[in-house]
């Protein structure tokens, strides 16, 4: 068990264990920290994400969250060790089985379990994850827990120390993943897009690097948007160059998908990897002809 002073330690801790050439199973970690530093030190990079992750309905910049997932499950867990500090059953499961058959390679949370116990005046929590991106995703996971554990303490005000156990079946490095945010050019509806493409807009060439980004969701649908706008009513400034436009379109389309079958096989490898790089060049290329 490692004492700490802050839930960063545990964030160092794990991007030393785990690098992109050394992903890891079964990992688990125990820590103790006082309740005062939960409370004092948060992970201010990332709070405002981590807030966004707990709120009861999923915000639009995210594929999903885990606050529309968890419920009522803090309350229970608050209400549970009011009367009960030692249960067994003070715990929130963030999906059910239904959740996960038939998902296929569809959005669902990698956080699934959080459990929690009083002994004495120690507050014991444990979290376990399918899946643990260690270089972005595990600090929003980290103070999303701290946030739960300062609310925990907050109604139940004996609670001096905390003993954090953290389990990940499997556990991954890639720094240049994108948590489940949700592009902006996802979030446009056809008038919008061609509003940006019409007039080249700075915000299209913004949103297309953004879409580029590495991601767990492969979305299509603001690609072929494109298509259909530039196959109807295509920008007049794009005359000269829209037989190559329609080209890199199409590039881009078989690319995405491509990857997303890729990804319903196989959640990460180098082929993931390899077809993730060619799917962003692609949408960096038709990026450069939208808005030279």
């Given at each position: 068990?490692?004492?700490?002073?802050?839930?960063?330690?545990?964030?160092?801790?794990?991007?030393?264990?785990?690098?992109?050439?050394?992903?890891?199973?079964?990992?688990?970690?125990?820590?103790?920290?006082?309740?005062?530093?939960?409370?004092?030190?948060?992970?201010?990079?990332?709070?405002?994400?981590?807030?966004?992750?707990?709120?009861?309905?999923?915000?639009?910049?995210?594929?999903?969250?885990?606050?529309?997932?968890?419920?009522?499950?803090?309350?229970?867990?608050?209400?549970?060790?009011?009367?009960?500090?030692?249960?067994?059953?003070?715990?929130?499961?963030?999906?059910?089985?239904?959740?996960?058959?038939?998902?296929?390679?569809?959005?669902?949370?990698?956080?699934?379990?959080?459990?929690?116990?009083?002994?004495?005046?120690?507050?014991?929590?444990?979290?376990?994850?399918?899946?643990?991106?260690?270089?972005?995703?595990?600090?929003?996971?980290?103070?999303?827990?701290?946030?739960?554990?300062?609310?925990?303490?907050?109604?139940?005000?004996?609670?001096?120390?905390?003993?954090?156990?953290?389990?990940?079946?499997?556990?991954?490095?890639?720094?240049?993943?994108?948590?489940?945010?949700?592009?902006?050019?996802?979030?446009?509806?056809?008038?919008?897009?061609?509003?940006?493409?019409?007039e080249k807009h700075?915000?299209?060439?913004?949103?297309?690097?953004?879409?580029?980004?590495?991601?767990?969701?492969?979305?299509l649908e603001s690609?072929?948007?494109?298509?259909?706008?530039?196959?109807?009513?295509?920008?007049?400034?794009?005359?000269?160059?829209?037989?190559?436009?329609?080209?890199?379109?199409?590039?881009?389309?078989?690319?995405?998908?491509?990857?997303?079958?890729?990804?319903?096989?196989?959640?990460?490898?180098?082929?993931?990897?390899?077809?993730?790089?060619?799917?962003?060049?692609?949408?960096?290329?038709?990026?450069?002809?939208?808005?030279?």
């Amino acid at each position: 068990m490692t004492p700490i002073q802050s839930l960063e330690d545990i964030a160092d801790l794990f991007v030393g264990k785990v690098t992109k050439d050394a992903p890891a199973h079964n990992l688990f970690e125990e820590f103790t920290i006082s309740i005062n530093d939960i409370k004092e030190h948060s992970l201010q990079d990332v709070n405002a994400e981590a807030k966004k992750w707990i709120e009861p309905k999923c915000p639009e910049s995210l594929y999903i969250n885990h606050g529309e997932y968890i419920g009522d499950g803090m309350w229970h867990i608050i209400e549970e060790l009011t009367k009960k500090p030692a249960s067994n059953r003070a715990l929130y499961s963030l999906i059910n089985k239904s959740d996960i058959i038939g998902s296929g390679d569809a959005a669902i949370p990698s956080f699934l379990i959080f459990q929690t116990k009083i002994i004495d005046n120690t507050l014991h929590a444990t979290v376990y994850f399918r899946a643990l991106e260690v270089a972005k995703f595990l600090r929003i996971n980290l103070e999303e827990i701290r946030l739960r554990l300062a609310e925990i303490q907050n109604s139940i005000t004996t609670i001096t120390d905390v003993r954090l156990g953290i389990f990940a079946f499997y556990a991954y490095c890639n720094a240049k993943i994108e948590p489940l945010v949700r592009p902006n050019l996802d979030r446009l509806n056809s008038p919008q897009l061609a509003l940006l493409l019409r007039e080249k807009h700075p915000n299209l060439k913004k949103f297309l690097d953004e879409k580029s980004k590495v991601g767990t969701v492969i979305e299509l649908e603001s690609i072929n948007l494109i298509k259909e706008i530039i196959n109807c009513d295509p920008p007049k400034r794009l005359e000269a160059s829209i037989h190559i436009v329609k080209l890199l379109i199409q590039d881009c389309l078989a690319k995405g998908e491509e990857l997303k079958l890729a990804r319903e096989k196989q959640s990460d490898n180098s082929t993931i990897d390899e077809l993730s790089e060619l799917f962003t060049s692609s949408i960096n290329s038709l990026s450069g002809a939208l808005c030279e």
